[in-house]
């Protein structure tokens, strides 16, 4: 099975720096997604990492590593958008067709 | 990229009403199609896969007669709701991916479902 945890909410101030961290426990690991999605809507995908390391995006990177089944997306120069939730999830081989697994998400906020 | 196009977006109906909902992958052939539901501040949770031409692989605890899913072509996917009831009322979301395991997963916009 899957287990995916990650903070539920998280506040912080615009113009900062936040990390959202997502553990996760897979039998089948073969890739980790951030999407982020806001209220009513569909997720959108933001990054992925199958090889330990950092990903760069622009204002978002995120972070993968296998051994330690860890996980973080780190936002820069944070926006008043990008209030929203974010999603981890975990891509398992084992899970029929490769499915997707995600955790609860964690609703960020951001204030002025 | 990838266009997935999830319709209608929104229904209301009332109880004991079956409700169809497509999703259509647009300038891709999607090989698998998943198919969500997600009940407020909560995650996604994986209700079915489907390949295109074979039975669904529903997941423990989603009645597969209640939730029928039909993958009759490489662009459409449809989930019909039967006899809905209140408690089904969600936001149901369609995602759908090409050929190869590895391939991207790209989302519909979603369908928010209110039975009354």
């Known amino acids: 099975g899957q287990n995916i945890d990650q903070p539920t909410e998280m506040t912080a101030t615009e113009g900062a720096i936040v990390q959202i961290n997502c553990t996760y426990q897979t039998s089948g690991f073969n890739g980790l997604f951030w999407y982020q999605q806001h209220a009513g809507e569909a997720p959108t995908f933001l990054s992925y990492n199958v090889l330990d390391g950092l990903e760069e995006k622009g204002r978002f990177s995120s972070f993968l590593s296998r051994s330690k089944g860890y996980s973080y997306l780190l936002l820069k120069e944070l926006q008043m958008k990008d209030s929203a939730s974010y999603l981890c999830?975990?891509?398992?081989?084992?899970?029929?067709?490769?499915?997707?697994?995600f955790g609860t998400g964690t609703r960020l906020t951001v204030i002025p | 990229g990838a266009v997935v196009s999830q319709h209608p977006s929104r229904v209301i109906c009332k109880s004991g009403t079956s409700v169809k909902i497509e999703c259509r992958s647009l300038?891709?052939?999607?090989?698998?199609m998943f198919w969500y539901r997600q009940f407020p501040k909560q995650s996604l949770m994986l209700m079915a896969t489907s390949n295109e031409g074979s039975k669904a692989t529903y997941e423990q605890g989603v009645e597969k007669d209640k939730f029928l899913i039909n993958h009759a072509s490489l662009t459409l996917s449809t989930l019909t709701v039967t006899s809905a009831h209140p408690e089904d009322s969600s936001f149901y979301i369609c995602?759908?991916?090409?050929?190869?395991?590895?391939?991207?997963?790209?989302f519909g916009d979603g369908t928010r479902l209110s039975i009354l």
């Open positions: 995602s759908a991916r090409g050929q190869g395991a590895l391939q991207p997963q790209h």
């Open positions: 300038d891709f052939q999607a090989t698998t």
């Open positions: 999830a975990v891509r398992d081989y084992q899970a029929g067709a490769n499915n997707l697994f």
